[in-house]
Every structure is written in structure tokens, then in C-alpha cells.
């Protein structure tokens, strides 16, 4: 069995930069840390493993060069193996373009065809572009099931069962092998980096992929490859004509709220 | 030649989820922007009773996929039907509900079509320019918002975030078609089961369908004083809101969270408590139709986006306010009774 963690890296705090004239984050090096639902799937990855006979988990991540770190702490975390994808070419690709380059890197990956009982794992969503979009995208392109929302997957023979958290309720649903799962942040606690891991992140050597070598052209990827355009950026504009009344003992700035809501008809 | 909006209405359970009707709203405006017809597609076992319904608030042509097969939603048989029906219908614009189905469903769908999709759209208009969809959204965080187009691609694909904006009220005048679609059986194929499906009690909250919700930050300090954010509550007949922090706090479940990571509103009426305001959680209330906000800090965020704003302690006025309400009803009831 093969597990693979699609793994991206985003910036650590909120302080991000958008490039207002490209529509582009800028993405400076300190301060990147994993998506934290990807570790939640790198956690589960890994759990999986440790039960399966002969399981193996590799982290696949497309981004910049400095996006090795991430997947060298992946590999300190428990990950067998790490493969990033990084080259100019992929540089500003959309979820469609992000989600054809992972999903010809899987195949790649696998000699050809994902196995009977391969599993890709991925977040929910990331917390800069946000559209957890990359998953289910990923899914059809292999044209494999997917199972979105996941807090728990079990593993059987060429199948898995996972529950999926919806509005209503939760849903427990089978899909056979292979196939995509995108967890939520109740599926496990994230562990920590072990020092058998450590040292093996450190040597560890991680394969750099470009788009010649998944066989894909400029028009399949990057800016190119991305039917979508961010063509404007900017904050979020509030404000309202406010009434501002200080509180004072003799009540009066609770009376005119109450006559405010009267006068609005909400009570 | 793509014409035409089309919108996907939401089954949940063999019932029309009402978020269908403010996608119809959207539809609605961007159809008539473009002089084009408004089209929705209903898939699911015994829809067909919901389309005089969708017709009434804005549709001029309804779809009906009727299969047994499609009583539950699962991905790969609404993949390849909506996928068809796309390709036979061909619109130029196709939205859906940002809501886990909607979500699910339109990458997928997306990604067979091999066009551009924006995610969790609170606004949406056409370029006069060029006729072309303006998706706009936020991103990291509610940090920014970003106005996002697909130039080249077709359809232009978009969920839209729910409650982001108000359904039309139901014309009985208005008149439409409806068109039953059958497709063969290896369309309703699928690798995927719905084993079981439990209802969930604490999911029951219903922030999103209140028409006043009052909400207390960590300006309340304990768990036993939050109960004050209750009564108010049951007061107004209102449902309960929170912010990240309270909900981390364990003061209230994750069902009460607003904002960016929570729910997002728009109710009648949101009072804000010991609240700052940071942009994630107004992220999920600031198109509330009233705003009202008491906070001991008159520089605290939350006044930029409230109708009403008292500045002061809220152990005292909450309390006092909790008094005059409870007044105020009695008097009422004595005047009646
Ligand atoms: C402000 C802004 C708004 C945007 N809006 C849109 C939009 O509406 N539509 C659109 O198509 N693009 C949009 N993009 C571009 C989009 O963010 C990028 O394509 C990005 O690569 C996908 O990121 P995400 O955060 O949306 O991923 P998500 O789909 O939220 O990520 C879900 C999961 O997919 C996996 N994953 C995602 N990206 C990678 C990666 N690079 N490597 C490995 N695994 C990965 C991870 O497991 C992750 O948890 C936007 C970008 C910005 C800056
Ligand atoms: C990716 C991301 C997602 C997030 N998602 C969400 C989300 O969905 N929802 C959300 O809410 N937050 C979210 N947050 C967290 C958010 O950034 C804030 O930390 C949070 O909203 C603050 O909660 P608060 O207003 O309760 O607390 P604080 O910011 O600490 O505010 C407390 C307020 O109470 C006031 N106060 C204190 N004592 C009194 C008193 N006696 N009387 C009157 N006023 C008093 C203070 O003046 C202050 O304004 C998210 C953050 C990130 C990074």
C-alpha cells in the first residue's frame, strides 16, 4: 500500500503580502510553516501506516525551492519519502494547474497507475488560497473517488470507510481503493518530530521534479495552465454610520438601544 | 456558443435546501445583467414537486434529473451527470452553494470540464467591459479580498458562500419551463456508498437560519458568566454566536462559531459582546442586516461595522439590558393579558 500526503507549504502567521499588480502572494522564507490540515493528513498517513503490512508514505509538495523544508520536517514527522515539485514553469498555477501537476506526479509516482490500495491524503483546505478546490480537483483528473470532510478513515481489503462531517450530520461512507481523502481537524493530534527522524530529514535527499519531467508543457501549467485570473486584490471595506453611546449609570445608553431596536422593528 | 447562468439547487434528504433560493437570487441579477435565461438543475428521486417553486423565485428553466440513484449525494454520479448536462446546455456561467456538496461537486465538475473555478464567492457581477464574471472572494484569512475572472474558459464556475445574500420573495406570476432529463444507467454508476448517515444534535444549532443571534468574545472571561450571553439570547428568541477563542476555550461547541472558520450569518439582528472584531470573525457576520456592539474599548474593531455601539462594561450593561427586556416583556404581557 501506498500512502501519499499532498502536502503544501503556507505562510506561518496572517502577515502575508499580495502582489497587487500580479494578483500573486509574496512569499518570503522564514516564517512557512505546513498547512496545519496537512499535518493533520501527514499524522493520519503515517497512523495508517503503522498498521498496514508493507505500507509506505510519501509527502509531495509543489512550491518554491524553500518548499523542502516543509517536507523535510514532514520526513522528521514520520514520512518515508519526499518528492517536490519546483520550477519556474509551475510558478502562479491555479487549482486546476496545481491540481493536473500533483495529479501527473501521483501517477509518475506510482509507475503508471495508482495501486488497488493506494490512498492519497490531502487538508480540507489551505489556510492562504483557501478553496479547498486541490483534492476533489486531483480525484477527477485520476478519476478515482473522493471523500471530502473526513474525521476518521478505516482501511479494509481494496476499500476504505470514512466518516464525513456535513451540516446535518455525518455520513459514513465506502470507496474503493484507490482514492482521494480530504480531512478536517478532528481526524487526529498531530505528533512530533522524532529523533530517529530528525537525522533521517537531514540526509535525506529530495527529488526536485519539473514539468519536462512529468511530461507536461507550458500550456498544461503555471500561469498558462490556469483558467483563472486574480485580477484584483484588495482589504476588505467596512463601516457603517454608527450611533456611539457611553454606558452611565443612569441608564440612558441602554434605553436608546432598546428604542433603537424598536425603531428598527427587531423587538 | 455558451449561453445562459445555470445554478445547481441543493437536495438534501429529498428536500430543496433553501440556500438554493439565494443562488437563484444570484442568478437571477447576473441573467438579467446579461439579457440571458436563468437555469436550474435539481438532481435527486422526486424533485420534480420544487420546480413550480424554483420558477417562482427567479428561474426560467428548470432541469430535473430523477433517479433513485441520486437520492443521496455522492460525487461520482453527480459528477458525470452535471458534467453532461453542462456539455448539452452549455452556460456560460454555473454556480453552486459553498456548502460541503457545493464544494465537493465543483472541482469535480470543474476539473471534467477542464475550466476555472472560484471559491466562496461573497460577490459576484459582470464586467461591462466584456460580459465576463467578476468572482470576488477572501482569501488568507479574510485578509484580503480578491476579484478573481477566467478569461478564456468556459463555463465560468463559482460556489458562492451561504447567507451571503437574501433570496427573491416568491412571484406566483412568474413563468417557466421544466425539462425532464434521463440519461442512461452507466451515468449513475458509482465507487462510492453511503453506508449510513447519522443526525447530528449538536449540529442542530441553527445559527445560519436565526434571524438574531447574539455573541460574547473572551471579553466574558469564564464559562459561568457566558451564561449571561445565553439568557439574552432566549430573550430575543436568538441563537447563540462565538468566536474562535470562546469555541477554543470550550466555553460553547464549534457549531456557535462566526467567522472565516465558523459559520457565517446574516441575520436581522447580531449583537456582539466582549467581541473585538477581529477580520475573521466579521468575516462571518458583517452582512448582518443590524449590527449592534457593546465593548469597554471604543477603539475596538467591532464599532467600525456596528449600526449601534456602547462603549462600556458589559457586566453592567448586560445585566441592565437583561432587566428593561424582562420589563419590557412584562409590561407588555400585562397589557395584553
Ligand atoms: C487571494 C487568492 C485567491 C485565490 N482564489 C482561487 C480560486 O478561487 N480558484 C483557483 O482556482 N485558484 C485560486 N487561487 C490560487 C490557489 O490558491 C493556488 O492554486 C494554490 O496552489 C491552491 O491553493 P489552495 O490554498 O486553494 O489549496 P486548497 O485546495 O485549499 O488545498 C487543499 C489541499 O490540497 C493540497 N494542496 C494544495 N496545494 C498544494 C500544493 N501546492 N502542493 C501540495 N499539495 C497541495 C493540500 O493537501 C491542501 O491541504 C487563489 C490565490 C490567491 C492568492
Ligand atoms: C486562520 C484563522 C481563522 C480564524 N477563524 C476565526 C473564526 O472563524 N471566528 C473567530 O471569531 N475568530 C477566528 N479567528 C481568531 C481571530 O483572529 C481572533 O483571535 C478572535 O476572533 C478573537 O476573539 P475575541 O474577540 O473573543 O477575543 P479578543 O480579541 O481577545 O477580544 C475580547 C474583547 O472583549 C473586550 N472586553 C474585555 N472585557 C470586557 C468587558 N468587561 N466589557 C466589555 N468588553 C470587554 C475587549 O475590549 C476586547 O475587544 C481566526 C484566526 C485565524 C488566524
Redesign the pocket.
Given at each position: 500500500m501506498n500512502i501519499y500526503v499532498?502536502?503544501?507549504q503556507v505562510p506561518g502567521t496572517s502577515d502575508v503580502k499580495m502582489d497587487e499588480e500580479t494578483g500573486?502572494?509574496i512569499r518570503t522564507e522564514h516564517k512557512n510553516v505546513i498547512?496545519p490540515?496537512?499535518e493533520n493528513?501527514l499524522a493520519e498517513a503515517i497512523r495508517l501506516r503503522d498498521v498496514m503490512p508493507e505500507a509506505k508514505v510519501t509527502a509531495?509538495?509543489?512550491?518554491p525551492p524553500h518548499a523542502q523544508k516543509a517536507l523535510r520536517e514532514a520526513i522528521a514527522l514520520g514520512a518515508d519519502e519526499a518528492v517536490l515539485l519546483s520550477h519556474r514553469g509551475f510558478g502562479g498555477?491555479?487549482?486546476?494547474a496545481?491540481s493536473k501537476a500533483?495529479a501527473k506526479a501521483l501517477v509518475t509516482l506510482a509507475g503508471g497507475k495508482l495501486g488497488k490500495n493506494d490512498l492519497v491524503l490531502?487538508?480540507e483546505?489551505?489556510t492562504?488560497?483557501?478553496?479547498?478546490?486541490?483534492?476533489p480537483m486531483v480525484s477527477a483528473i485520476l478519476d478515482v473517488p473522493v471523500v471530502t470532510y473526513v474525521r476518521k478513515i478505516d482501511c479494509e481489503n481494496h476499500a476504505i470507510v470514512a466518516e464525513r462531517v456535513v451540516e446535518e450530520g455525518l455520513e459514513l461512507i465506502k470507496a474503493s481503493l484507490p482514492a482521494v481523502v480530504?480531512v478536517i481537524k478532528d481526524i487526529n493530534q498531530p505528533g512530533f518530530p522524532t529523533l530517529s527522524g530528525k537525522l533521517k530529514a537531514k540526509s535525506r535527499e529530495i527529488p526536485v521534479i519539473t514539468p519536462l519531467d512529468l511530461g507536461l508543457s507550458s500550456d498544461d501549467v503555471g500561469l498558462q495552465g490556469s483558467p483563472?485570473r486574480?485580477v484584483k486584490?484588495f482589504r476588505p471595506r467596512l463601516s457603517r454610520d454608527t450611533i456611539m453611546c457611553r454606558q452611565d449609570s443612569a441608564g440612558t445608553a441602554v434605553d436608546n438601544l432598546i428604542s433603537f431596536l424598536e425603531e428598527r422593528g427587531v423587538v | 456558443m455558451y449561453r445562459g447562468v445555470m445554478i445547481i439547487g441543493e437536495q438534501r434528504g429529498g428536500e430543496l435546501h433553501p440556500v438554493t433560493y439565494e443562488l437563484l437570487a444570484r442568478g437571477r441579477a447576473l441573467a438579467d445583467k446579461l439579457s440571458e435565461e436563468l437555469s436550474c438543475v435539481v438532481l435527486g428521486h422526486d424533485m420534480e414537486r420544487f420546480a413550480e417553486g424554483i420558477i417562482q423565485r427567479g428561474a426560467d428553466v428548470v432541469y430535473i434529473v430523477d433517479n433513485p440513484l441520486l437520492r443521496n449525494f455522492l460525487p461520482r454520479p453527480y459528477t458525470s451527470v452535471l458534467t453532461r448536462l453542462a456539455k448539452e446546455v452549455k452556460p456560460e456561467i454555473v454556480l453552486a452553494a459553498a456548502t460541503t456538496q457545493g464544494r465537493t461537486i465543483m472541482p469535480l465538475v470543474a476539473a471534467k470540464l477542464d475550466t476555472?473555478?472560484?471559491?466562496d464567492c461573497t460577490g459576484l457581477d459582470i464586467d461591462p467591459l466584456d460580459r465576463s464574471l467578476l468572482q470576488t472572494?477572501p482569501?488568507?484569512g479574510g485578509n484580503?479580498m480578491?476579484t478573481?475572472k477566467t478569461p478564456a474558459s468556459r463555463p465560468q464556475m463559482a460556489t458562492v458562500r451561504p447567507k451571503s445574500t437574501k433570496p427573491l420573495s416568491a412571484d406566483k406570476a412568474r413563468s417557466g419551463r421544466v425539462v425532464l432529463k434521463s440519461y442512461e444507467k452507466d451515468m449513475f454508476t458509482t465507487c462510492e456508498e453511503l453506508v449510513r448517515f447519522v443526525k447530528d444534535a449538536t449540529q442542530d444549532v441553527n445559527v445560519q437560519d436565526a434571524d438574531i443571534v447574539v455573541s460574547g468574545g473572551k471579553g466574558l472571561k469564564t464559562r459561568d458568566n457566558f451564561c449571561m450571553i445565553e439568557e439574552l439570547a432566549s430573550l430575543f428568541g436568538a441563537a447563540v454566536g462565538a468566536t474562535r477563542d470562546v469555541v477554543d476555550l470550550g466555553w460553547v461547541g464549534y457549531p456557535h462559531q462566526i467567522g472565516l472558520s465558523g459559520k457565517t450569518v446574516s441575520p436581522k439582528l447580531y449583537i456582539a459582546l466582549g467581541l473585538s472584531g477581529s477580520v475573521q470573525h466579521l468575516a462571518g457576520m458583517q452582512t448582518s442586516e443590524t449590527i449592534v456592539a457593546i465593548n469597554k474599548d471604543p477603539d475596538a474593531q467591532i464599532f467600525k461595522v456596528a449600526d449601534f455601539g456602547i462603549v462600556g462594561d458589559l457586566f453592567d450593561v448586560v445585566p441592565e439590558l437583561i432587566e428593561k427586556l424582562k420589563e419590557r416583556k412584562n409590561g407588555k404581557l400585562r397589557r395584553e393579558g
Open positions: 499532498l502536502l503544501k500573486t502572494m498547512n490540515l496537512d493528513a509531495i509538495s509543489m512550491g498555477s491555479d487549482t486546476l496545481t500533483l490531502c487538508g483546505r489551505a492562504d488560497g483557501e478553496t479547498g478546490q486541490v483534492g480530504t483563472t486574480v486584490v | 476555472g473555478l472560484t471559491a472572494r482569501a488568507i484580503v480578491a478573481i
